[in-house]
């Protein structure tokens, strides 16, 4: 299988080149030159599977040049016990008999990140080998707040690797920064900025861009790649858990097989819904995917009108790596649905020079028979939270509750009673003093972040996961802050430490 840019400039490549480079030369996103099939036969035989052993074999159609030992090795590397919390890696939580929780946090960063980004590196490292590359690798990200920690995570200390994130200083939660702050390993780096997360996007975007830059770092023996999720190497392990979850509901006997269901996805950058659209593609019985946004929604008003405006008020929300006003990964949607790159790159053009650009009513039709969308506001949000503890005694975290609020006005606006997988998309713990706001506790906004996390584990009536626990002894290494504008100078200082 060949990968191509959506812009149709850039040659074709094999996956292998396509998760080294990140993103293709003429600027577009790598996407397969055609997607493989999933027949209910397949479902069957992957229902008595455990999550490791689904992975190796969706991952084996997509990555065609790697051999299925080292997909399996990559695999077995990424998802194990000592990492994740739950045997299961992405197990679900019944909440009733129409709507399912597919939790996706239980990795090392609490953050459905990890279900990527633990794999990615060992994809990457994997290309490296096989592209014959002998420079080192630098990963650049930035991030909303889970992406950074989640890519920190898995590429500390890898070898032929460096990481820079960067994350925007006042847009994510303290919580989500000590991470970041903290991280340990030899080849990281992490910079705050002055602005938000599309500040962030845009100025990686932009060194990618720079062919001068390219050329200096090749001089010092550094070539550049990603790990957000306009890298293929980071979208296609998300596809695995949209067609586990299925397999989980058949082998439970929730459905039958070839039984519609609905996913409902919190999504900002649009990669997590992404991935749900082409396990679609592949064959997966869908009925609908639900776009669930925050208060920040470019995508529900896309959806709902065709047109795509950046150009409104950014919101800090208690939901931040939702916080997104330009959906990188929609490009690859736009694509697929068009089928035409000179479209595409016309969309993107008219985004990058007026801030906005509106399909054709049919591709906006096109769009409208599968995908629908909503968002909550920071009210609707905090009593989408309240509401589950009461009624399940269930504490999710502020990101499902968007997608569970916007689900139930889903199913009162349509009467829809298919079965639904939400994507729960990140622990409780991770967003402390919002859900304890949300669940009317006295005094929340006096409490440190640890005596918070104290609190909720009292509610929650669970442990503090580890990794956020030791937190509160772990020693801050980077607290740099840059203005958006020198972003490539404090990479060109990272790679010439």
């Not at 490292?125 to 990963?139: A, F, H, N, Q």
């Not at 790649?225 to 979208?235: H, P, T, Y």
């Not at 609190?455 to 626990?469: E, F, Y």
Request: hydrophobic share 40%; with cysteine; charged share 20%.
């Amino acid at each position: 299988m060949e990968y191509i840019s959506t812009r149709g400039i850039a040659p074709k490549v094999s996956a292998a080149m396509a998760i080294k480079e990140g993103i293709a030369p003429d600027g577009g996103l790598y996407v397969p030159e055609s997607l493989p099939t999933l027949t209910l036969g397949d479902i069957t035989v992957m229902t008595d599977m455990s999550y490791n052993e689904r992975a190796v074999r969706i991952l084996s159609r997509f990555l065609t040049d790697f051999t299925e030992d080292e997909i399996e090795s990559c695999v077995n590397l990424a998802y194990t016990r000592e990492k994740f919390d739950s045997a299961n890696v992405a197990p679900l939580y019944e909440l009733n008999d129409k709507a399912y929780l597919c939790e996706l946090w239980h990795g090392p960063t609490c953050a459905f990140k990890d279900m990527a980004l633990q794999l990615l590196p060992h994809l990457l490292t994997t290309s490296i080998r096989k592209t014959g590359e002998d420079k080192t690798v630098l990963i650049l990200v930035a991030t909303s707040g889970d992406t950074g920690k989640a890519a920190l995570e898995g590429f500390k200390d890898v070898n032929g690797t460096k990481i820079m994130v960067f994350y925007p200083s006042e847009g994510v939660s303290h919580i989500q920064k000590l991470q970041m702050m903290t991280q340990a390993g030899g080849n990281v780096n992490v910079c705050g900025i002055e602005g938000n997360f599309d500040d962030a996007q845009t100025g990686v975007k932009t060194i990618f861009g720079d062919a001068e830059f390219a050329k200096k770092a090749a001089e010092k023996g550094v070539v550049l790649s990603s790990a957000n999720s306009i890298n293929w190497g980071r979208l296609v392990p998300q596809i695995v858990y949209y067609i586990s979850s299925y397999c989980d509901l058949v082998k439970y006997n929730k459905i039958a097989l070839g039984e519609l269901v609905n996913f409902v996805v919190p999504t900002g950058n649009f990669g997590n819904i992404l991935a749900a659209y082409y396990a679609y593609k592949m064959g997966l019985p869908v009925n609908k995917l639900i776009c669930a946004s925050n208060i920040n929604n470019v995508l529900t008003e896309f959806f709902d009108t065709g047109r795509y405006n950046k150009k409104r008020t950014f919101h800090a929300t208690m939901s931040p790596s939702m916080d997104i006003l330009i959906s990188s990964n929609l490009e690859r949607l736009l694509f697929d649905i068009s089928g035409d790159s000179a479209d595409v790159r016309e969309f993107m053009k008219k985004l990058s020079t007026d801030g906005e650009y509106t399909i054709p009513q049919e591709l906006s039709e096109k769009i409208s028979g599968l995908f629908c969308a909503d968002y909550c506001d920071e009210q609707e949000t905090a009593a989408a939270i309240a509401d589950i503890y009461e009624n399940y005694s269930y504490v999710c975290d502020t990101h499902t509750a968007v997608a569970c609020g916007v689900y139930k006005k889903y199913a009162e606006k349509t009467g829809d009673a298919t079965k639904t997988v939400i994507a729960s998309t990140a622990s409780p713990y991770k967003f402390p003093h919002s859900v304890l706001t949300a669940l009317n506790c006295e005094n929340v906004a006096e409490l440190g972040d640890f005596e918070a996390l104290d609190t909720l584990a009292g509610k929650a009536m669970s442990d503090i996961p580890t990794a956020l626990s030791k937190l509160k002894n772990a020693d801050v290494r980077f607290d740099a802050v840059c203005k958006k504008q020198d972003m490539a100078q404090q990479v060109m200082a990272f790679i010439e430490k």
